[in-house]
């Protein structure tokens, strides 16, 4: 059974950083890229970062280039999210994700498993 375990969120305000990570079982972790989306109430999932296979290859959303780094141990089978320079508009669930695709795929509907999510909350 394949198990997506978010940790690391919480309040924090404005400016401030906070590390999420994505605990990973049931799978073979490095034959699958990992992503990372964001959702608050009443709008859809949204990409925020995704990473490949190997480590190769990185892509971010514009909002949160330059301040996010998405990052991932394969001897670990975890997958690491740090949000530095935190902004209000950060504030949402966020969810760890794998797909078996190559690169880093942004859709949602491309990836297969999904963590239940963590809360991030940034004041200002």
């Known amino acids: 059974q394949v198990q997506l375990v978010e940790s690391g969120g919480g309040l924090v305000q404005a400016g401030g950083s906070l590390r999420l990570s994505c605990a990973a079982s049931?799978?073979?972790?490095?034959?699958?890229?990992m992503g990372w989306f964001c959702q608050v109430p009443g709008k859809e999932r949204e990409f925020v970062a995704a990473?490949?296979?190997?480590?190769?290859?990185?892509y971010y959303a514009d909002s949160v280039k330059g301040r996010f780094t998405i990052s991932r141990d394969n001897a670990k089978n975890t997958v690491s999210l740090q949000m530095n320079s935190l902004k209000p508009d950060d504030t949402a669930v966020y969810y760890c994700?794998?797909?078996?695709?190559?690169?880093?795929?942004?859709?949602?509907?491309?990836?297969?498993?999904w963590g239940k999510g963590t809360q991030v909350t940034v004041s200002s």
């Open positions: 049931g799978l073979t972790f490095n034959a699958y890229a």
């Open positions: 990473i490949s296979k190997n480590s190769y290859s990185t």
């Open positions: 994700a794998a797909s078996v695709l190559s690169g880093t795929p942004i859709s949602p509907g491309n990836y297969a498993y």
